[in-house]
């Protein structure tokens, strides 16, 4: 039924809507100029990878780069650029030294890296490898004894790599019929949050075991690239006493290799991290482009992506190049000296990762809470709030997050890029980002098609989640469209379509751990 | 005319030529079904790379795997399995520790490996970066007194990742008619020496600066793999000052951008290797099945791959498959009882990643020098060499290294193995490995057609050289194909068809630096 009405939508309104919506088609030439014949992104996407380095949330990293992002838009002319605290995020925490080596039966360097938010060893420490079978008291009490002065690593059922990841770029066939993706489904998320409790509770109990550290692998890497995430050590309760970290899959599997075959191996771990304390707060990042038209000022279109990201490189395309491309694109509307009726504003949230707090904070505190629909007047002032959060792929359409009303305006606002790839519009929702909030409680709020590159493949919170992993020329086209879609959406005479009433069960999204 | 000449061989010779080889179809159904079906080829490269680890000519790991070998051979009952000195080749040398990070402007642990035989740091040390325009004298002068007490890094005219590389496989179609690979041509190997001594004196001149430590790209990782070689300090009077290491294209790249944006980048290494100069003779891996019939077992059928690698990975594609492939070749010829009219030997080389040493000296000692084409009786008996050194995809056919006459003899060789890929007979030559000494003395010498996988873009010479990155199905129809050729020339009442009188002038290999 729902995808009968996409395709009457699809096929029956758009010609007539189209006429509709109103392009100024000299300023979106404009735009495109200035966003790919003059582009500032690589500069931005050096100043936040490069040089502010790891951004993991409440880090000096993520610290840096929020106080380099509030300068930025001052020097641009933006108004109301600052921090702003979104409540109690809890510890900061940042890796000070990582060495991991196999120390017989030879030598071997490891890949490694502490899980977020994980201890430290006890200086240099040596130990023999022994596995895990599960993270499960069952698991740790069958080792027993065994387990005193060892490095535990926990099995994986991954023996093989996964083929080499390609580059990979959507057909335009399918951008108009993408289905759900990300979406996380509230069942699916109790059960996650009970096995973290188990997971967390075992953990707690092999730290009782005189184990030095645990290895894990976290995800699906290969040829030197690892995924490296965290626990919510950073809120009060939720320390895990036993030091932690990851591999690349290749040395984890030679050390379970070994291991089955009865050899000792024998590791060096000295890892050492950091933790801050000074203030709990989390911060987003947020500005302005004040509207000019006194009718429409109060009213706002925001450009949001998350600043954060995890710290075993330095978020590059998770979220950097969000980030990037939502400041160029409001570089690129204050460079061409555009007058928006509405107001225009950009956040950088923070705590993303952690379970999207620094916008559902911002939601809550300035449209109303999603948990009881207690909706706050401003929440009607919102036109829209547009997402990046997909890596650096370009823009090739935009999930309608199941606003069909919005679909003809938004394939109007596509037309004058169709040439760069940007035609889709797809009914489907797309989640596990900062939208999801806004969309909760009934605000239009939308994520982009991106090209996937290798988003999902090889920089998605892995060390290679580096600046040599965007692609620049995708960026300056996003950065384009994007531009266009905030001028469009502070000029049109209506503010977006909404929804018919939101509702809380659709209030599903991936929060971890409540704080 | 060459390409004519094939061309007529290919389509008018083989329906008359084939019908002169006899092959024995019952003996090469025994050798696929031990080959596919009970293959001992998954805990051979076990044990030659996760158990010896890294095989660096003369470093303890070469010796556990080449006793190993032998060891191996002997339980399967092959005959004067021993260790063979071919003469001095110089230090045996290991790394015993490796660290390396950015300090500053934020704490970064480095993906790091020293160059073989270089020097480790004294101790824990840490420096500022700097960037050396190129490894010339001129340069280093230009920096001048800035150089004391820093890192430098060599600058790279790489600036971005080449593309995410793809495991490839060839077509049918052009498995006939391929191209010469790998070929050095005298001219470039003697600039090649020109440019090695012009760049250690240059690294003996930055010695005299008082740097720390000099960090240079060797390829074209990406992803968190990196090509390391080695400096050839295992010689006497070639050792280089300087401690070396190489480091992750994505790290060079980060300290790079950062010291161009004037950033300072403080780094902290601690590299300590080992030395060894108890036994400077380097040793080939020999072990053969002694021919049954009188009048031809002094003739022999040599299976050759080099037991060396660097020392990063545990080289498992260069080329512990090729030693896997020609182990288990053995191992299924015994295990299926033949009885070979010739001798079938198997040859695991040492030194070849440094210059081809150990085939190069065995061919010298045996068979004469190609230097001057004074030849020794046995080289008379020698029917053929066969090699593999192309990392672990599957054989699809054979270089005839221009000895046309071969070529009829081999397609009839293939024909068992057609609907296992094995198809291609190409003309062309193909060098830089074991097959380059003996092609050079006289003796018919081939390297196979391996579909090339990932190991020019990803394994070869990389830390990612590991047991992972070999394709095990791969491996057992490798070892199916080589069994059945060894066999077949075994048996063969010939011995095979030699090229027209061999001159030294062929005679190009890599050999980096004469001993």
Redesign the interface.
Known sequence: MRKHLSLLAGILLPAALLAQEKINMEVMQQIRTEALEHSGAAELA?QLT??A??RLTNS??YM?AAKWAVQTLRQWGLNKAALEPWGVFGKGW??????A?IKK?????L???PLAWSQGTKGLVTGNAILLDSMTITAIDRLGSNLRGKIVLLHTRDS??K?????YRYPDSVLNSLPDKYMVRRESLTRHLETAKLTAAAKKHLATKGVIALISLQGNG?????EVNGHNGYAKGFELPVPELTV???DF??IS??LR?S?PVNLELDIQNKWYTDDLNGYNVIGDITGTDPALKDEVVIAGGHLDSWHSG?GATDNGAGCVIMMEALRILKAIGVQPRRTIRIALWGGEEQGLYGSFNYVKKHYGNPADMQLLPAQQQVSAYFNLDNGSGKIRGIYLQQNDAAGPVFRSWLAPFADLGATGVTRSNTGSTDHLPFDAVGIPAFQFIQDPL?YET?THHT??D????LSMDDIKQASAVMAAFLYNAAMRDEKLPRKPQPHAEQFVFDLNYPL
């Not at 290969?222 to 690892?226: E, F, Q, Y």
Request: proline share 11%; aromatic share 10%.
């Open positions: 050096h490069d040089i380095g790891p000096p990293g840096r940042s890796t000070e030294h990582v060495y080596a039966p030879y030598y071997q360097p890949i490694a890296f093989l790599l083929p080499a990841p390609a580059i290969r040829d030197g690239t690892m690349t899959k290749e599997l030679r290799r070994l075959s050899v330095t290798e090889r060390n290679m580096t600046y040599e992993h």
